[in-house]
Structure formats: C-alpha cells, structure tokens
T-cell receptor, first 111, second 115 residues
Framework: QKEVEQDPGPLSVPEGAIVSLNCTYS??????FMWYRQYSRKGPELLMY????GNKEDGRFTAQVDKSSKYISLFIRDSQPSDSATYLC???????????FGTGTQLKVEL | DTGVSQDPRHKITKRGQNVTFRCDPI?????LYWYRQTLGQGPEFLTY????????KSRLLSDRFSAERPKGSFSTLEIQRTEQGDSAMYLC?????????????FGPGTRLTVL
C-alpha cells in the first residue's frame, strides 16, 4: 500500500464548478502538506502548503488538512479552463524534506 | 528567468548506453533534489544535496545511478547501462533551507526514453 493515496481521475467539470480534490495518507510523521499543479510535460508548480491541521485560503483555492483522519483536500472555486491540469498532493515530515507525492488527479474544466 | 533549468529536455537513447542530465538550481539555493516521474504517477524521490554533500539516497537509486553536485551549484545525474525501465521524466528541484520546512521549486524535467 502506498503512503499517499490519490484518485487519479480523470475528473471533468463544467466551467464555474467547485472542484474537490483529496488525498489520504498513512504516515503519521507527515507534518507539511502541499498541493502542486502540473501541466502536461511540465514540472510541478507549488500552489499551496499547510502545516499540520487546519485550513488555508488563497484566492480561489482552499486547502484543508485533517491529521486525525489523515485526509487532505484542495477546493477550487469558480473553476476555469486554465485550471485544467494534474493536481498532485505532496507531504513531508520535515528532516530532509523529501516529498512523498500522490499519483495526481487529472482535472479538465470544460467550457 | 531565474528558475530551475534542466538540460537536455528530451533524451532518447538505446538500452545499455550511459546518459547524463544536468540541473541548474535557483541561484543561492542550498538544497537540490532529484525525483523521477513515470507516466500516470507522482514524482518519486531519488536523492538530495545540501550544498555539495549528498545527504540521502532512495532505494530507487540503484548502483547504475550516480549524482553529483561538485561545487554546491549545478548537479548532474548519470545513469549507466540504461534499461527500458529507466524511461521516465527526471525532475530536479531546489530550495533554500534555513531551518524547518523549505519550498521546493521544480524544473521542467528531462524526459528520458530508452529504446
């Protein structure tokens, strides 16, 4: 079983929809949680990060972490076609800061 | 542009050949990471450097793989005697580690195809 599980999708939504992306994990040592966006054939780009449990909002994006359930989420409001990409969750426990990624969820926002 | 750069962007090679990739991190970033990403999967950690010291290597990094960061600036990743299973995107990331957590900035990757 992988340390981080993420539904690979694909997920297709109409423009303007609210998108919910999720990951579960098994390693209790994870303290920092990130969401990266990756366009086709490009490197991952950091969207948001949170430390420990709680919510964080940045524009149309909201990240939530529930350490008790080992569950993290990314919400995208008013989704746009330009949001079409693969969204990767990543996490680390500190020490060395190597990231453990989910498989990524492929999102398509249609006009 | 002062982001992470990688060279080459694409490499096609025959099985058994050696290949070398280069990563130039963001200036003054003291940490440099290598990851490997196969189709439909997230990146997997390979190794990382703090300045010129290689501090951790994944079990994924077999004896055929070697990485260096000789002067604490750019890094190279060499794969000897390539196998078809080495076909993947090789990603480099850099960060400024001042204590605690550091944001990793990724390069565009080098896509390796082994025929």
């Amino acid at each position: 079983q992988k340390e981080v599980e993420q539904d690979p999708g694909p997920l297709s939504v109409p423009e303007g929809a609210i998108v919910s992306l999720n990951c579960t994990y098994s390693n209790s040592a994870f303290q920092y949680f990130m969401w990266y966006r990756q366009y086709s054939r490009k490197g991952p780009e950091l969207l948001m990060y949170t430390y420990s449990s709680g919510n964080k909002e940045d524009g149309r994006f909201t990240a939530q972490v529930d350490k008790s359930s080992k569950y993290i989420s990314l919400f995208i409001r008013d989704s746009q076609p330009s949001d079409s990409a693969t969204y990767l969750c990543a996490m680390t426990g500190g020490g060395g800061n190597k990231l453990t990624f989910g498989t990524g969820t492929q999102l398509k926002v249609e006009l | 542009d002062t982001g992470v750069s990688q060279d080459p962007r694409h490499k096609i090679t025959k099985r058994g050949q050696n290949v070398t990739f280069r990563c130039d991190p963001i200036s003054e970033h003291n940490r440099l990471y290598w990851y490997r990403q196969t189709l439909g999967q997230g990146p997997e950690f390979l190794t990382y450097f703090q300045n010129e010291a290689q501090l951790e290597k994944s079990r994924l990094l077999s004896d055929r793989f070697s990485a260096e960061r000789p002067k604490g600036s750019f890094s190279t990743l060499e794969i000897q005697r390539t196998e078809q299973g080495d076909s993947a995107m090789y990603l480099c990331a850099s960060s400024l580690q001042l204590g605690g957590w550091d944001t990793q900035y990724f390069g565009p990757g080098t896509r390796l195809t082994v025929l």
